[in-house]
């Protein structure tokens, strides 16, 4: 949890309008995505080392905790271009 609150943010609520927020997303969802890396069928080098040595039943605790955490509201306010 510690590894992907990195860029997820704390409890899978991501500031960041890059990177997706995990907090109260599906668990068959999650589980689908955090395998499809496992196995090589979704591509990210970053995603990839995170997900490398992870069992099944880790990648499953994994997405019931995101999946049982509260979606905080997060407004993203666009800065014009100069």
Do not use: F, W
């Amino acid at each position: 949890v510690e590894r992907c609150d990195r860029c997820h943010g704390p409890g899978g609520n991501s500031t960041d309008p890059l990177m997706p927020a995990l907090a109260s997303q599906n668990a068959g969802y999650l589980e689908k995505v955090l395998n499809a890396y496992r196995a090589g069928k979704r591509n990210s080098p970053v995603m990839t080392a995170m997900v490398n040595g992870m069992t099944e039943n880790d990648v499953r605790n994994l997405a019931e905790y995101y999946a049982s955490q509260k979606a905080r509201a997060v407004v993203y306010v666009p800065i014009p271009k100069h």
